[in-house]
């Protein structure tokens, strides 16, 4: 008896350094989003998640994504992050390469590795020395958004469905005031912020090549730069661009409102993004008609994938309860908020939005994936915001060179610079790969 | 710098032979303990603050410092060398340059002649100071919440206006073009009222009756602007285009407000010094990598105060 | 200074094309603030609103917790600003009045610390309040500007211009220094100490990515941080925006108001002498 005692004792001492912060159920559990419209389905986990630790406050701060990534640098390493840490793909390698990421617990990790429940390149994306450091949550899946009436106008019966087609609709669809003046883009094409210039600018580029800018090197954790080899493809496609920006098939102006916003507003007529865009028109132009539709066609057919990923800190003093918000987040009710809310489409299959597309069927294309169609992800690595940032100012000054106007040459110094420029970042990150 | 040579002249050492014990006199009379008392806490505050920062920023140019990374070997000079072929920054460089030059002399040509014009209507100068004081008050992010407004390129009061005199919509913070001189006119606007009061006072000391005589001598309004005005404010001169030089050099937080692209990032569409320094840090995490590059941003800043001194110096 | 009449003529209107030029923005974005969505966007554009209303900041308000934020950085922008005025005019006092070794030195580096700012040195500091513990308090918040190169700097030319017969002759009576400083410093440059005022409030009001780093809750942040993160947000809504700026304005306008003659005079005693 007192020998058993004294094992007791022992077993709790020899675990009280880890047992007592793991399993506190009171204090103060905070969460940063670089994703405000995520905001709410957090919300509506916390009822969940207050049934279990009612003394646990939750702090959930909002931020947008460059100002939440700066936060993040400056405190996860000095261990003052948030106890939660939602990262995306690309933010991921950073904070595992600083060992700044908690054990999954086990039933999690069966989750996450099931294929019945997660596909397997999302789990692969989180996963490091065969097992995963976080919990895939969401994807940003791109998509084709188009404006019906315009389409109509035009006398367009249904969305582009090759390259080709898009860039040619685009000349249709384009309104000129009698100056010449652009009153109506045809597309909306990312012409500032340069990492997402690439990103958009490489969706086009992953359909008629096959591959993306960056893709996985021979070498786990390498990173190998395919315009070169494209270059053809990748000139041709920067000329597209270019035609569409200056001269007589001009689609689309500097001075016009662009992306989601030019969309809602009707000043653009079709352009690609990603699946909050649904969401975002129906709050910010409720009265454009739009539809959704699979990216065009070239040589390949796919959409890109970007992966929201939650994670727990390791130096978070609520692990326990981080884990078990992070499982109430799981939730079908969560999931159909993340939906119906920020537009984002949830990862795992064993949940049920069948009553969600009916209600909402312009989801269809986004979320019903037709045979052949490709769900790819950026290679992950630690030096992509810098290349793709880099690379980006490269195209989008391309962009804005009207020289560039049926001057095959001349695209192709640019895009070889994109291509150099990439390969010198990640020589000196030290991942690059022939 | 600005050192303590303008100090008044009643300090200056009476005799060149001063002994020891005339100096610990003379330590005495000037109440060293309380200089040390008073000044040391507040010199230790900006040590801590300002200078140790400042200095580990320094240091940590010469690690690869990548900021989530655990691993941060010493580099030597490396970052350094990486700079000189860094195209971005480059561009950053030159961009600021531009942009410094082209604001300090805008602010501080149309504030200097603002300033003698008022000297002409003196009676109801207090207003307009008063007035062009409005925008140095008001913070930056407000203020540029407003320029954005204005600048929209759809429906931006200055586009409107400029339409009415024929020209076409301009994407002022889209087209790199433009976007230099969308911030110059910001940032003039948000200054010029600061100095347009300091050459007033530096005006307003100009004694009236040198003037007048000149005036009776039959001298020109140029003739008086040229041989007696700008000798007297030479010195008040070179004090603003220092700070003024400063404050544009490190010009960060319009452009940062300005320039945020459609999806909300900022897009940087026009690099400065600062802007490249944060990205490096807080985007990329190349902390190291940006500390060099506030070594090169301190020792450019330092060199032009260190000319602007040399050109504007007192030729006695 | 001339008294040519077209000069006059000439200043007249220049003076009050600018004049125009500085406060119309303001005025506009009040404009802005209080006009119905429809009329904002609406093309050409006017200036007064037809239907004014103050929707736009009811939504702000209730959105966000402005006046909370307002309330924030008012702590903050006082605090530094009172902390910024002794720190000052001690420093500017004693770099003004005495000779000491090393004097030249010490005020060059002082000075010299103004040439790089706050972003580029932000995370040593960083590291200073984390160690200590101070992460998301007022007075972390207000650390990196409890001093101020410039204040100093000016102080030190406000201060220079006191004649040094008074302080001989307070000495003569027994004064002490601190004494001095007290009574005769302070009490000489009281518009200087306005004017050094309002500038050190707005200084530390129109920071934000020191706050951006330093807040771990919503609570504590300040009016310009939320202005920024808010301005991103709703990129589509001008009004309440524009709502949002006008509120975090007005504070530093009212400042300004009350004590705009102290600033102006404060501003000429200090002379400015290089």
Known sequence: MIKRLIYGLLALLVSAGTAVADTATRGKLSIWLGYPETLDAFKVGEQEFKKQYPNVEIEILTFELREFEAKLAIAVPTGTGPDILVLHDFLFPRYFDGDALDTVPADLTATVTDPKIIDKPFTDIVSRNGKPWGVPWWTGRSALFYNLDHFKEAGLSGPPQTVEQYWEYAEKLTRKAASGELTRAGVSIRLTGPSGGTQKFGYLYYQITGEQILEPGAKPGTVRVTINKNLDAAAKLLLDHATHLHGAKKSDDWALKHDAQGFASGAASMFLREAWVVAFVKKNGPDINFGVAPMPRGKAWGAFNFIDILSVNKGSKLKNAAWDYVRVLQGQKVLDNILEVSGWIPLRKDRDYAAFVTKEPRYKPLMEIPAGYTQYIEAPNPAYEEVTTRVGEVIQNGFRDASLLNNMDGAKRVMQRAHETAVKILKDQGIYSD | MINASAAPAAYAPTTRSTRFAAYLAGLRRQHIAWVICALGPIFLLFVLIRVYPILETIRLSFFRYHITQRNRPFIGLDNYERLLEDDAFHTALWNTIQFATLAVALTLLLAFIVALLLRSIERAAPVYELLLYVPVVTPWVPASVIWKWIFDPIYGVLNYGLSLIGVPKLAWLQDPNFIIYAIVMVSVWKLMGYFVVVYGVGLRNIPEEILEAAELDGATPWQRLRYIILPQMKPLILFTVIICTIIYFNIFTPVYVLTASAQGAPAYDLKVVISEVYQNAFVFYRMGYAGAQSVVLLLFVMSLIGLQFYLLRDRK | ?274
């Open chain 3, 1 to 274: 200074m001339f008294k040519e009449k077209p000069i006059i003529a000439t200043a007249y209107f220049v003076c009050t094309v600018l004049a125009a030029g500085a406060v119309l923005p303001l005025a506009w974005i009040m404009m802005t603030a209080i006009k119905p969505a429809p009329e904002i966007n609406a093309w050409p554009p006017s200036l007064l609103p037809h239907e004014p209303t103050l929707a736009h900041f009811y939504k702000i308000l209730a959105e966000e917790n402005f006046l909370r934020y307002v309330l924030n950085s008012l702590v903050i922008a006082l605090g530094s600003m009172v902390s910024i005025l002794i720190t000052s005019s001690l420093a500017g006092f004693i770099f003004a009045k005495y000779r000491f070794p090393l004097r030249g030195v010490l005020f060059t580096i002082v000075l010299a610390t103004a040439v790089i700012p706050l972003e580029v040195y932000i995370i040593p500091l960083y590291l200073m309040v984390f160690q200590v513990r101070m992460l998301n308090t007022f007075p972390a918040l207000i650390f990196p500007f409890i001093i101020m190169t410039f204040g100093v700097f000016f102080m030190r030319q406000v201060i220079m211009s006191i004649p040094d017969e008074l302080l001989e002759a307070a000495r003569v009576d027994g004064a002490s220094e601190f004494w001095i400083y007290l009574r005769i410093i302070l009490h000489l440059s009281k518009s200087g100490l306005m004017a050094l005022g309002v500038f050190a409030f707005s200084e530390a009001w129109a920071h934000f990515i020191w706050p951006l780093v330093m807040v771990t809750s919503k609570d504590m942040y300040t009016s310009e941080l939320g202005l920024a993160i808010y301005q991103r947000q709703f990129y589509i809504e001008y009004g309440p925006i524009s709502a949002g700026a006008v509120i975090s304005i007005i504070p530093m306008m009212i400042v300004f108001a009350l004590l705009r003659r102290h600033i102006m005079q404060g501003i000429a005693t200090s002379g400015l002498r290089g």
